[in-house]
């Protein structure tokens, strides 16, 4: 693995169902996010991790949720799915949260439709 | 609130030079990037700015003013491969990035 990886890449999901969408990375950052890209807005963040162990919400983090039990993995959980969660998401991950010029990286993010 | 707003869309020739402006709004400012977003890929990064002035990298220069709110990235030499999205993003004072909506450059031949 070189970079951040994300699973799967696409999934067509539907309403009510659970989905877990999983992201890991090979460059020991302390810092990973989740964002939701549609079009016309912005990345949105919807949660992060400072560190192992820690994790905090974003902009939109409602009907999210994360965790982060080592360093490499950070998934992210929709516990019961909803048409307005079809979107791209992203994982990203930075080297450190200290300064604003830590460059975030991203996976080749995960197409999810909710029917 | 905070804001970042960017052209939806941009129309350049292979060959030309264009500028994307990019004004912001945030609470605190801790820099900004650039990120470039071919269709269907992931964001990379294309440069940060957190000083007045400008950096240049090979065809790519961004430009930051703090006073004004104000940035732009320059594309010089345009080739058909630059047709993406690119993405302006400031730091705020949690050093979460703000993300702009995009904008759109087409290359025209």
């Known amino acids: 693995i070189a970079g951040i990886t994300q699973a799967p890449t696409s999934q067509i999901l539907a309403a009510g169902r659970r989905m877990t969408l999983r992201c890991t990375q090979d460059m020991r950052h302390n810092a990973m996010y989740w964002y939701r890209q549609d079009l016309g807005l912005g990345l949105r963040l919807i949660h992060y991790?400072?560190?192992?162990?820690?994790?905090g919400k974003g902009e939109v983090p409602d009907g999210y949720s994360v965790s982060r039990a080592n360093t490499d993995d950070f998934p992210l959980t929709l516990a019961s799915a909803v048409p307005s969660q079809t979107s791209v998401y992203f994982c990203?991950?930075?080297?450190?949260?200290?300064?604003?010029?830590?460059?975030?990286?991203f996976g080749p993010g995960t197409r999810l439709t909710v029917l | 609130g905070q804001n970042i707003d960017q052209p939806t869309e941009m129309t350049a020739t292979e060959g030309a030079i264009v500028q994307i402006n990019c004004t912001y709004q945030?609470?605190?400012?801790?820099?900004l990037f650039w990120y470039q977003q071919h269709a269907g890929e992931a964001p990379t990064f294309l440069s940060y700015n957190v000083l007045d002035g400008l950096e240049e990298k090979g065809r790519f220069s961004s430009f930051l003013s703090r006073s004004k709110g104000y940035s732009y990235l320059l594309l010089k030499e345009l080739q058909m491969k630059d047709s993406a999205s690119y993405l302006c993003a400031c730091v705020d004072s949690n050093y979460q990035l703000i993300w702009g909506a995009g904008t759109k450059l087409i290359i025209k031949p």
């Open positions: 990203a991950s930075s080297d450190s949260t200290s300064g604003g010029g830590n460059t975030q990286y």
């Open positions: 991790s400072n560190t192992a162990g820690t994790t």
């Open positions: 945030t609470s605190g400012f801790n820099g």
